[in-house]
């Protein structure tokens, strides 16, 4: 009877991890290039010697779904979207480089050139990306970035860099605890994606169905209710037994 119950909290305790993974996504259905979670159960034999006697429910991380959310068009020369598996380069807040595709650009008071969430994004060289003063601004789709310096016309429009973007498929990326992704093996850079990378003026949505992520959340909660329920009704067969024994003694 141990083993029903030990199969069943598992269960339970995976499920419940399912859970928060689909509030996560839910939380961010309107967070621009936003990729749903993926989660999912596997059996898992605990190791006991010759008395290998427990399976264990594990939740497992399935990585991200990498479908392509919708665009939106906003006329914001600071809103661009990714090509498919085109990534843009960010510096984490502990200096390492990391990865979003989020689009949604701003530029601090001190010309610096960051994502929604704050993250400085880098050039081609790693290096973070800040724009002497200007006027007007351009970001083309091979990621280089021009200006109209202060006080000059159009004619004097010039390129002062190019943003990094890479290349990556999702097997090279893991999500981190601050929602960005990183490269899975570091000591194989992922390389600057050629040719047209993004579009601007527009947005990439997160790719969160938000009513099939209820559902979801329903078919969770189902299922955690009967998974308690099994573990009741094991511990009331088990004080059934009990019973019967001591009758029998």
Known sequence: MDKALYVAMTG???TLQAQGTVSHNLANADTAGFKAALANT????IQGGTHASR??????????????????VTGNPLDVSLRKDRWLAV????????????GNLSLTPNGQLVTAGGHPLVDDNGMP??????????IGHDGTVSIVPLGEGPQTMAVVGRL???????DRLTRGLDGLMRNTD?????????????????LETSNVNAAGALVQMIQLQRQFEMQVKLIQRGDDN??????LLRLGG
């Open 91 to 102: 510096q984490a807040t502990d200096g390492t480089e990391a990865y979003t595709r989020a």
């Open 129 to 138: 990306f800040a724009l002497p003063p200007h006027q007007a601004l351009d």
């Open 55 to 72: 399976i264990d429910a594990v939740h497992i991380d399935q990585g991200f779904d990498n479908r392509m959310g919708a665009q939106r």
């Open 12 to 14: 339970a305790r995976a």
């Open 164 to 170: 990094r973007v890479v290349e990556a498929t999702p």
């Open 42 to 45: 596997e059996a898992y034999r």
């Open 186 to 202: 570091p000591q194989t850079p992922l390389a600057q994606a050629p040719g047209e990378v993004m579009a601007t003026g527009t």
């Open 238 to 243: 088990a004080q059934a037994a009990n019973s």
